[in-house]
């Protein structure tokens, strides 16, 4: 449930076009979550530790190992939507087309020469969301 939290904001630190799978974890600990992933397309291999000191606030940690820049990511393939980003995107697209939604959504994540985030929908995709949707209230 929180993996696609963790890609968004590795994207907009490192702006890295990697798709980061992560295993799922249970936390130990109340004061540190640690967590490894791989880029499913280059096999680069990143650590992430979460902690929180004294203060309350979160620091993170990334540690990108194998990292290969001259590898060229294909931007097909995306990440599957969690079921949580699904339901969101679908009470976004109620009211907007999704070829509009996703343009928006373009803006916000990406500058003008930026690659597309593995993380951001397909059109195809938003469509489906937002034919789920409405099917779901017909029936």
């Not at 939290?5 to 640690?34: G, S």
């Amino acid at each position: 449930m929180w993996g696609h939290i963790l890609r968004e904001q590795i994207w907009k630190a490192m702006k890295f076009p990697c798709c980061w799978i992560f295993k799922q974890y249970l936390i130990k600990n109340e004061d540190r979550i640690t967590c490894k992933g791989l880029c499913k397309q280059c096999n680069a291999l990143i650590t992430v530790v979460i902690s929180w000191p004294v203060d309350k606030i979160a620091h993170c940690a990334c540690n990108v190992m194998n990292l290969n820049t001259l590898f060229i990511h294909v931007a097909d393939k995306k990440i599957k939507l969690s079921p949580a980003k699904r339901v969101e995107m679908s009470d976004e697209l109620k009211n907007k087309s999704a070829i509009t939604y996703r343009n928006q959504l373009a803006n916000q994540l990406m500058n003008a020469d930026d690659n597309e985030p593995p993380h951001m929908p397909t059109v195809g995709c938003l469509r489906q969301i937002k034919f789920e949707k409405k099917t779901k209230f017909i029936l």
